[in-house]
């Protein structure tokens, strides 16, 4: 279904560290998944993608698993930067739409 | 610069206007995706236009409506405006197609409405 975001879930990590935010999407029919990451007052930036036949996949510093078993997605930033300070969302195509998930909101401290 | 243009970046307008924002896709993007974000919520979907035609519909009020020309820029018409219509309003592109592929945001229309 459509996304609602009322709360944002919050993870805070230490500089350095590694980032795992999850994601449950909705359809079992989806086949491809995004990541964006969005700073305040900007719009959401693509930091990776992957498609229903893979599992996994690495980018720069981040990683992406897909389980369609439980429709559950993640994605890991190796070594936490201040810079990486936003809210990371997922988005699931279903046909001719990118439905979103709710965000979570990743808080980097020194 | 994700390469998709939206103008204007800030409007501010009285209850029961009408605004018309517009959007230009990434150079060869057929599709163009538009989403209200409203504060600390997510990305609601609107529509989605592809080459022209509406492809795939949200939760959009009837007061709001879309177009995508022949040149693909696309404008989003919001009429009657309500103070709950104060948001943020992107617009996405993508090259659609047999290959699946991302869609990349422009930098977002800040509507207040009072």
């Known amino acids: 279904g459509e996304s609602v975001g009322l709360h944002l879930p919050t993870l805070s990590v230490q500089e350095g560290d590694n980032s795992i935010i999850n994601c449950a999407y909705s359809?079992?029919?989806?086949?491809?998944f995004i990541w964006y990451k969005q700073e305040s007052g900007k719009g959401p930036q693509f930091i990776i993608d992957?498609?229903?036949?893979?599992d996994k996949r690495q980018g720069q510093r981040v990683t992406v698993l897909l389980n369609k078993t439980v429709k559950h997605l993640s994605l890991q930033i190796a070594a936490t930067q201040p810079g990486d300070s936003a809210v990371y969302f997922c988005?699931?195509?279903?046909?001719?739409?990118?439905?979103f998930g709710t965000g979570t909101r990743l808080q980097v401290f020194p | 610069d994700s390469g998709v243009t939206q103008t204007p970046k800030h409007l501010i307008t009285a209850t029961g206007q009408r605004v018309t924002l517009r959007c230009s896709p990434r150079s060869g993007d057929l599709s163009v995706y538009w989403y209200q974000q409203s504060l600390d919520q997510g990305l609601q979907f609107l529509i989605q236009y592809y080459n022209g035609e509406e492809r795939a519909k949200g939760n959009i009020l009837e007061r709001f409506s879309a177009q995508q020309f022949p040149d693909l820029h696309s404008e989003l018409n919001l009429s009657s405006l309500e103070l709950g219509d104060s948001a943020l309003y992107f617009c996405?592109?993508?090259?659609?197609?047999?290959?699946?592929?991302?869609?990349?945001f422009g930098q977002g229309t800040r509507l207040t409405v009072v």
């Open positions: 992957i498609r229903s036949n893979m």
């Open positions: 359809n079992s029919a989806s086949d491809y």
């Open positions: 996405a592109s993508s090259a659609q197609g047999p290959k699946l592929s991302g869609a990349f």
């Open positions: 988005a699931e195509r279903e046909t001719d739409k990118l439905i």
